[in-house]
């Protein structure tokens, strides 16, 4: 039944965009009419020796795209059609598939492996196709190396498809059995020893209980250790991407082998090609990672319990580590800070030298410190060089005690040589440095300040210099103003930058004007220093940030006037507004925070919403994020005048709603509502309809990134406090969302984020019964809410009987139990006092220590008590 | 199956700055959030409050059943006497000055050290000068004395307390401080909070309270220099725990205000209007001016003066609850100067002084003077009337408390102490 494609396919490749588009065309439409017949042809063309090998590619690369898809709805749709299909088809598909893995054309063997997996993905979760991988392994030692390559190379992508929990473990012990023996010095061929090695590296999550058995354990590791030293480059690379991967999952069963993994790290380290040495660093970097987490683990919990112990490999790996990753610094590459992509050796080996130092802390300190000193000043650029990042990597780790003598030495020689090194990759570090300075060592958390008076001005006068310089130094010039702002964040009321405001702020948008600013991402980071400066401004300085808003308003309005601009152009203008927007959402958020500030800004508002309406009028289907953040904090600026502004914004407000794809965008604008509401009440009940329509569809989407769903629950609050009664509307339809979602955050089972995405979902679906309850309350039409508080009384139950809730649901848990009993009244007093767990909850929230939980308690309490006594 | 690319970011922040700003404006959207919700709660509770107080002016109903949570009895009676503000404002003369009288916590006078100081009571330094009550709602604060008279109408920088043109401001919010008016700085000590922007929080605790209040005046811009705005700055007073150095820090520590004596809180004690011994007063020459009740004229008078309430039965009583008998007035004195029930007297203590037995009062040597001054609204408790005459006897000075808290710690240490329970 199979047809010819091969010219269709040929054409598919043709360089005249009029013959592709019409192969193309032909294809869909084949594809449209019978699917079946379209897949086996596609099979069949793949399998086939006599065809050319680019359509035998094609065909195999189009098949795939039919069983998988980027975005999980459409992916879901394929696999659906895929499991639908009919039964001989797929066996002919199958047949053609596991032949193609023997073909001597090297480009058709690997596709098939490509589509082997994905076929494979879908239907091994459904108990069918059990006989593939007992087919694949069952003769892999008497076949000639190509199809020993290739079927390698196929159970790689099958491991890397499919969740270890479908398949079995004798399977697994025959993928892993085969992978290993594939990888070790016996094998010949390289190309086997290749694929066996890369196939290992997604087969290693399956081999948990195979790590457990120390015979097996002992084999796999000293095969991959083998591996590291064969003469082949990518195989030496593959092995160590093993070790990297096992580092993360098998942490703890390292300790027999670490010694032996540090001699054959540290001699590809100094010795091998920079691909291998990377990952050689990347071993350690990945081990530090580990330490960091448990580490951590320990500190926040005081029974000093973790599920893996700490094994301490770093502190005593410390003093070869050390000296074996301060070599890697000194080879750097020319201009390595000018490319935005550029990753050598010495620059992982920085990364992971800041690793190590936030692993052990102070031991690090004296390791370096002669480096430092040999190093800093020599005449070459490496050497000076070198020593500044050696520096600025530990300034991350080691206590303050440790480390502010030194920076107090260092302070002026770096400011000295960000002025007057000849070299411009050392100008950068130093400014890095000096960003890393003040981030972790200035600010209230320090006892003794690094900056003094005496010396403050000195250290801007040096950065504000630094920020003429070549843009990546003056990059790196402005993160450390940034920090330096950062530091003086709640000093009081008078803060040390008050007189250098003025001129701070004009050297940022003298910075923002260069040419040369869209290099080394330095516009973006000349106004995300002046949004930090704005931040951290004090009353002192409320008038100049005044004056900044018709000086952003003014740049915003620049931005507007292009005509007719290429793709190119508008993308730049895209990105230049949302600085701008983002900037003024500082300067909102700021001067809206206190009175005679905001009431001074207010002059500005119409014009300011007018520049954002516009912004969004500069494109067609898709809306400013930027924007949108801005207008929620106008609103909650503004409060219920914002109603003028409705007719005009509503259209960008549903538009950010609707967008699916950007979903980033779709939950600021779901925010931005909560905003709106808030600030317009009752007057937001004319949009009411759209809005929660739009909601509505939003949650039954499954095309809707799923984050935006508890946002959305909230939202339904903040809507229903702000029109109370009117309410009713919407009220069936919200409730049975709000039921069905319970439901299903009643019980978590699953990984730490999902436990974290439960709660977040189930602190929405509160916050929504809990604006609904408040905003019915007092009206005559409470008693619409009594069929459902039995529901919500038994989801509190069920959360609470998990006891995984989180400190933020159990406070918003106990305020609905409040909220109900306060609307409800007597309605709700023998509910509550029937349900299961609500007196044993309320107790426990009475007794915590987080105020917040006891507060909500304290006024549940009140409201029980009265709903009790009526 | 392509090499793994394991790079890292590379002199790059953790986090960008637009994700800073996405996050704090959610930070922003959930403080938002949470103030709408705690603002519906308590506009709930002010009107609750009103109907349950509507049926207060007549004989308190006791009868309300409530077995299946009998602490929450205490709450809710607590509660209906939760002050209304709107309700009070339209209240006049007489009526008012008791009503507000009627709101205050009433320290009572230290007689004796209480247990556990050091763990269970808070210790700070009171500011001398006017008690008053300040409500701020409707976009203006008003303070009222203890005897109800309006000291001050003034803007503030308060929730609710000045009328600025921002249209989030509820009208039902509203805050009402516990506060001492210091003339030399014109400053208001806050030394309590029983409402905040809308909230009540008669039935939190000490602790909650003195928290909140630290965390939220500050917060509010009321510690703020005087303004347009804002007519008088508030401030808070250094509170500390009642241990050896708190007790010190308080007895001996610099404040900018003129000290009148040491206040102890009880750290369990919710905000109990009228006289309660879970808050007491204590002073000496070294922290007061005032140690030794003076007269109209500014004098000690030789012998101690007291003001009791005069009684149908011709009883003469103090303020307390229940009411402490002091003696019994004469017949022809009440007729000679037209006395009436419910009047407040003045008394000097003769020679005769107080007598005790078992620790209760047996019999006083009282010499009647006249009535009191009109603005009393109250007579004397019974803690103050013996911590004046235990002044002038045998006062109880800052050893003996100092002294009491380190016997408990001497205790604590002491295993012998451990109670036997088998």
């Known amino acids: 039944?199979?047809?010819?494609?091969?010219?269709?396919?040929?054409?598919?490749?043709?360089?005249?965009?009029?013959?592709?588009?019409?192969?193309?065309?032909?294809?869909?439409?084949?594809?449209?009419?019978?699917?079946?017949?379209?897949?086996?042809?596609?099979?069949?063309?793949?399998?086939?020796?006599?065809?050319?090998?680019?359509?035998?590619?094609?065909?195999?690369?189009?098949?795939?795209?039919?069983?998988?898809?980027?975005?999980?709805?459409?992916?879901?749709?394929?696999?659906?059609?895929?499991?639908?299909?009919?039964?001989?088809?797929?066996?002919?598909?199958?047949?053609?598939?596991?032949?193609?893995?023997?073909?001597?054309?090297?480009?058709?063997?690997?596709?098939?492996?490509?589509?082997?997996?994905?076929?494979?993905?879908?239907?091994?979760?459904?108990?069918?196709?059990?006989?593939?991988?007992?087919?694949?392994?069952?003769?892999?030692?008497?076949?000639?190396?190509?199809?020993?390559?290739?079927t390698l190379e196929t159970l790689g992508y099958l491991c890397e498809e499919v969740s270890p929990d479908v398949i079995d473990q004798d399977q697994v012990n025959k993928i892993l059995t085969a992978v290993v023996q594939g990888m070790s010095s016996s094998e010949g061929n390289t190309d086997v020893r290749l694929a066996a090695t890369r196939a290992?590296?997604?087969?290693?999550?399956?081999?948990?209980?195979?790590?457990?058995?120390?015979?097996?354990?002992?084999?796999?590791?000293?095969?991959?250790?083998?591996?590291?030293?064969?003469?082949?480059?990518?195989?030496?690379?593959?092995?160590?991407?093993?070790?990297?991967?096992?580092?993360?999952?098998?942490?703890?069963?390292?300790?027999?082998?670490?010694?032996?993994?540090?001699?054959?790290?540290?001699?590809?380290?100094?010795?091998?090609?920079?691909?291998?040495?990377?990952?050689?660093?990347?071993?350690?970097?990945?081990?530090?990672?580990?330490?960091?987490?448990?580490?951590?683990?320990?500190?926040?919990?005081?029974?000093?319990?973790?599920?893996?112990?700490?094994?301490?490999?770093?502190?005593?790996?410390?003093?070869?580590?050390?000296?074996?990753?301060?070599?890697?610094?000194?080879?750097?590459?020319?201009?390595?800070?000018?490319?935005?992509?550029?990753?050598?050796?010495?620059?992982?080996?920085?990364?992971?030298?800041?690793?190590?130092?936030?692993?052990?802390?102070?031991?690090?300190?004296?390791?370096?410190?002669?480096?430092?000193?040999?190093?800093?000043?020599?005449?070459?650029?490496?050497?000076?060089?070198?020593?500044?990042?050696?520096?600025?990597?530990?300034?991350?780790?080691?206590?303050p005690e440790k480390l502010i003598p030194l920076v107090n030495v260092a302070l002026t020689f770096m400011l000295s040589a960000l002025t007057k090194d000849p070299n411009s990759h050392v100008k950068d570090t130093t400014a890095w440095t000096l960003g890393r300075i003040f981030e972790f060592l200035h600010g209230s958390v320090v006892d003794s300040p690094i900056i003094s008076q005496a010396n403050c001005q000195q250290i801007i006068t040096v950065l504000l210099?630094?920020?003429?310089?070549?843009?990546?130094?003056?990059?790196?010039?402005?993160?450390?103003?940034?920090?330096?702002?950062?530091?003086?964040?709640?000093?009081?009321?008078?803060?040390?930058?008050?007189?250098?405001?003025?001129?701070?702020?004009?050297?940022?948008?003298?910075?923002?004007?260069?040419?040369?600013?869209?290099?080394?991402?330095?516009?973006?980071?000349?106004?995300?220093?002046?949004?930090?400066?704005?931040?951290?401004?004090?009353?002192?300085?409320?008038?100049?940030?005044?004056?900044?808003?018709?000086?952003?308003?003014?740049?915003?309005?620049?931005?507007?006037?292009?005509?007719?601009?290429?793709?190119?152009?508008?993308?730049?203008?895209?990105?230049?507004?949302?600085?701008?927007?983002?900037?003024?959402?500082?300067?909102?958020?700021?001067?809206?925070?206190?009175?005679?500030?905001?009431?001074?800004?207010?002059?500005?508002?119409?014009?300011?919403?007018?520049?954002?309406?516009?912004?969004?009028?500069?494109?067609?289907?898709?809306?400013?994020?930027?924007?949108?953040?801005?207008?929620?904090?106008?609103?909650?600026?503004?409060?219920?005048?914002?109603?003028?502004?409705?007719?005009?914004?509503?259209?960008?407000?549903?538009?950010?709603?609707?967008?699916?794809?950007?979903?980033?965008?779709?939950?600021?604008?779901?925010?931005?509502?909560?905003?709106?509401?808030?600030?317009?009440?009752?007057?937001?009940?004319?949009?009411?309809?759209?809005?929660?329509?739009?909601l509505l569809k939003n949650l039954s989407s499954n095309q809707l990134h799923r984050s935006v769903k508890p946002p959305i629950f909230s939202c339904f609050g903040d809507i229903a406090l702000a029109v109370g009664e009117y309410f009713e509307k919407y009220l069936m339809w919200a409730m049975s969302a709000l039921q069905s979602a319970a439901e299903l955050s009643t019980h978590i089972a699953g990984d730490d984020e999902l436990v974290e995405y439960t709660n977040s979902l189930r602190n929405g679906i509160l916050e929504a019964y809990s604006g609904i309850f408040q905003g019915f309350k007092n009206s005559p039409k409470t008693q619409l809410l009594i069929p459902y508080a039995p529901h919500i009384l038994q989801f509190l139950d069920g959360i609470y009987m998990e006891k995984d809730m989180d400190d933020v649901v159990m406070k918003t848990a106990i305020g609905v139990l409040g909220d109900l009993a306060d609307t409800l009244g007597s309605h709700a007093g023998s509910m509550i006092q029937q349900s299961v767990s609500s007196k044993d909850f309320l107790n426990e929230c009475l007794s915590s220590e987080d105020l917040m939980i006891k507060e909500s308690a304290e006024w549940a309490k009140l409201a029980i008590s009265r709903a009790i006594s009526v | 199956m392509a090499p793994h690319d394991n790079r890292r970011p590379f002199k790059r922040a953790a986090i960008s700055d637009q994700q800073k700003r996405r996050e704090l404006s959610l930070l922003r959207q959930a403080q938002n959030r949470r103030d709408a919700q705690q603002q519906a709660r308590c506009l709930a509770s002010s009107i609750l409050s009103l109907q349950s107080a509507a049926p207060e002016s007549q004989p308190e109903q006791s009868d309300i059943?409530?077995?299946?949570?009998?602490?929450?009895?205490?709450?809710?009676?607590?509660?209906?006497?939760?002050?209304?503000?709107?309700?009070?404002?339209?209240?006049?003369?007489?009526?008012?000055?008791?009503?507000?009288?009627?709101?205050?916590?009433?320290?009572?006078?230290?007689?004796?050290?209480?247990?556990?100081?050091?763990?269970?009571?808070?210790?700070?330094?009171?500011?001398?000068?006017?008690?008053?009550?300040?409500?701020?709602?409707?976009?203006?604060?008003?303070?009222?004395?203890?005897?109800?008279?309006?000291?001050?109408?003034?803007?503030?920088?308060?929730?609710?307390?000045?009328?600025?043109?921002?249209?989030?401001?509820?009208?039902?919010?509203?805050?009402?401080?516990?506060?001492?008016?210091?003339?030399?700085?014109?400053?208001y000590y806050v030394i309590d909070m029983v409402c905040w922007n809308g909230y009540s929080l008669y039935d939190c605790t000490a602790e909650f309270r003195f928290y909140w209040l630290n965390s939220k005046l500050e917060e509010s811009g009321a510690c703020n220099a005087p303004s347009h705005y804002h007519k008088f700055r508030f401030s808070a007073v250094p509170v500390y725990n009642c241990d050896q150095s708190g007790l010190h820090a308080a007895y001996t520590g610099v404040v900018p205000y003129a000290k009148d004596g040491l206040l102890f809180y009880n750290k369990h004690a919710l905000y109990q209007t009228g006289n309660t011994p879970l808050a007491l007063v204590w002073k000496d020459e070294n922290c007061s001016q005032f140690v030794i009740d003076t007269d109209g004229k500014g004098e000690i008078p030789s012998q101690q003066q007291v003001v009791l309430e005069l009684q149908d039965d011709r009883k003469l009583v103090t303020s307390d609850d229940p009411p402490v008998l002091f003696g019994c007035l004469d017949g022809d004195i009440i007729e000679k100067s037209g006395l009436h029930t419910g009047n407040l007297l003045r008394f000097a203590i003769g020679d005769g002084g107080l007598s005790f037995v078992d620790g209760k009062l047996e019999k006083a040597d009282l010499i009647y003077l006249g009535k009191s001054n009109r603005a009393r609204a109250f007579a004397d408790s019974y803690s103050k009337v013996l911590f004046q005459f235990m002044v002038r006897h045998s006062p109880l000075k800052i050893d003996d408390l100092l002294a009491s808290i380190n016997s408990a710690n001497d205790q604590e240490k002491t295993p012998s102490d451990i109670e036997m329970v088998g």
């Open chain 1, 200 to 399: 290992l590296y997604n087969a290693l999550g399956f081999a948990q209980a195979n790590f457990s058995n120390d015979m097996e354990r002992d084999y796999i590791m000293r095969v991959v250790c083998e591996a590291t030293l064969s003469p082949e480059v990518r195989i030496r690379q593959a092995a160590f991407e093993c070790l990297v991967s096992i580092s993360s999952t098998y942490y703890e069963k390292l300790a027999p082998y670490i010694q032996d993994i540090f001699n054959i790290t540290a001699k590809a380290v100094r010795e091998d090609e920079e691909p291998v040495a990377l990952q050689a660093i990347e071993f350690w970097s990945s081990i530090c990672d580990e330490e960091i987490d448990i580490l951590e683990e320990y500190g926040g919990d005081f029974t000093g319990d973790s599920d893996i112990p700490c094994f301490y490999f770093i502190k005593q790996a410390l003093p070869a580590l050390v000296p074996m990753l301060l070599e890697t610094l000194l080879k750097q590459e020319e201009d390595q800070d000018q490319d935005e992509g550029a990753w050598n050796i010495a620059m992982a080996g920085g990364t992971c030298l800041g690793l190590v130092a936030r692993t052990v802390g102070d031991d690090i300190v004296p390791l370096v410190v002669p480096f430092i000193e040999e190093n800093i000043s020599k005449p070459d650029w490496r050497q000076r060089e070198a020593a500044t990042y050696a520096f600025g990597s530990i300034l991350e780790g080691p206590s």
């Open chain 2, 65 to 187: 059943e409530l077995e299946t949570v009998p602490e929450a009895e205490q709450e809710s009676e607590a509660f209906s006497k939760d002050l209304d503000v709107r309700q009070a404002s339209k209240l006049r003369g007489p009526e008012v000055r008791k009503w507000f009288a009627r709101q205050l916590m009433l320290p009572e006078w230290m007689i004796d050290v209480p247990d556990r100081l050091a763990q269970d009571w808070y210790v700070f330094a009171r500011p001398a000068g006017k008690r008053c009550f300040v409500v701020s709602s409707n976009g203006t604060t008003v303070s009222r004395q203890r005897n109800g008279s309006i000291l001050h109408h003034f803007p503030s920088a308060l929730p609710a307390g000045a009328k600025i043109r921002d249209g989030s401001g509820s009208a039902q919010s509203y805050c009402i401080l516990d506060c001492i008016f210091h003339e030399l700085d014109q400053t």
């Open chain 1, 465 to 694: 210099q630094s920020m003429k310089d070549t843009p990546n130094v003056a990059e790196k010039a402005c993160g450390a103003l940034y920090f330096l702002a950062q530091g003086y964040e709640e000093m009081g009321p008078s803060s040390p930058l008050t007189p250098f405001f003025q001129e701070i702020v004009q050297s940022l948008l003298t910075v923002t004007h260069r040419e040369d600013a869209g290099e080394s991402r330095l516009r973006t980071a000349a106004y995300e220093t002046l949004n930090e400066v704005v931040r951290c401004s004090t009353d002192e300085t409320a008038p100049l940030v005044l004056q900044l808003v018709p000086v952003i308003m003014m740049e915003l309005h620049n931005t507007l006037e292009g005509q007719k601009l290429s793709s190119d152009e508008r993308e730049k203008q895209s990105e230049l507004q949302g600085l701008l927007c983002g900037c003024l959402q500082v300067i909102i958020q700021k001067l809206g925070a206190s009175e005679p500030t905001k009431y001074v800004f207010m002059q500005y508002a119409d014009q300011i919403m007018g520049l954002f309406l516009r912004v969004f009028a500069c494109r067609s289907a898709t809306v400013h994020e930027e924007a949108m953040l801005a207008i929620g904090a106008l609103a909650y600026a503004t409060g219920a005048d914002f109603a003028k502004y409705m007719p005009e914004f509503y259209r960008y407000l549903e538009m950010g709603l609707q967008n699916f794809e950007e979903y980033q965008v779709c939950a600021v604008t779901v925010g931005v509502v909560g905003d709106i509401s808030r600030a317009l009440e009752e007057k937001i009940v004319p949009y009411c309809d759209g809005i929660m329509t739009q």
């Open chain 1, 1 to 150: 039944m199979a047809m010819e494609v091969t010219q269709v396919l040929l054409n598919a490749q043709s360089i005249d965009g009029a013959v592709r588009k019409n192969a193309e065309d032909s294809l869909k439409q084949f594809q449209e009419q019978n699917l079946p017949v379209f897949l086996v042809s596609l099979s069949g063309e793949l399998a086939n020796e006599e065809k050319p090998v680019e359509t035998r590619k094609l065909a195999g690369l189009v098949l795939k795209n039919a069983l998988d898809a980027k975005e999980q709805h459409r992916k879901f749709e394929l696999v659906q059609r895929w499991l639908s299909l009919d039964g001989n088809a797929k066996s002919q598909i199958k047949a053609c598939l596991l032949t193609t893995l023997t073909s001597p054309v090297s480009d058709a063997r690997s596709t098939a492996s490509q589509v082997i997996a994905k076929v494979a993905g879908i239907e091994l979760p459904h108990k069918q196709w059990p006989e593939l991988i007992g087919s694949l392994l069952s003769n892999v030692h008497q076949l000639p190396a190509q199809a020993k390559q290739a």
